[in-house]
Nanobody, 115 residues
Framework: QVQLVESGGGLVQAGGSLRLACAAS????????MCWYRRAPEKQRELVAR???????NYADAVRGRFTISRDNAKNTVYLRMSSLKPEDTGVYYC?????????WGQGTQVTVSS
C-alpha cells in the first residue's frame, strides 16, 4: 500500500511559478512510475507529466518546455516544477504511482493561475 500526499498548490499570477511535491509512504518508491495529472474545471483529468523508475520523462504538449518533473528516491518524493504559468493551467493536480497492477492516487492540490 502506498499513500501519496501532494503539497505546494496555491494561487499565482500568470507568468509565475510553483513547485508541487508529492510525498509517498510505503516501500519500493523507486520502482514506481510517478505521474502528475490535472483536472481543469469542467474537463476530464489529463496526464501532465510522467517519470519512470529509471528517470525517463514525458510531458503533455501543453506543458512541455514549461514544466519539469523530477524525483528524489531518497526522500520518496516526486516534484513538478511549473513555470510560465497560464490561466489554462488552473486545476486540481493529482499525484499518481503505478507499478504493475498497483495504481495509487493522492488527494490532489489546487493550482489557480490568475490572468
Amino acid at each position: 500500500q502506498v499513500q501519496l500526499v501532494e503539497s505546494g498548490g496555491g494561487l499565482v499570477q500568470a507568468g509565475g511559478s510553483l513547485r508541487l511535491a508529492c510525498a509517498a509512504s510505503g516501500s519500493s518508491f523507486s520502482a514506481y512510475t510517478m505521474c502528475w495529472y490535472r483536472r481543469a474545471p469542467e474537463k476530464q483529468r489529463e496526464l501532465v507529466a510522467r517519470i519512470s523508475s529509471g528517470g525517463s520523462t514525458n510531458y503533455a504538449d501543453a506543458v512541455r518546455g514549461r514544466f519539469t518533473i523530477s524525483r528524489d528516491n531518497a526522500k520518496n518524493t516526486v516534484y513538478l516544477r511549473m513555470s510560465s504559468l497560464k490561466p489554462e493551467d488552473t486545476g486540481v493536480y493529482y499525484c499518481n504511482a503505478v507499478l504493475y497492477s498497483m495504481n495509487y492516487w493522492g488527494q490532489g492540490t489546487q493550482v489557480t493561475v490568475s490572468s
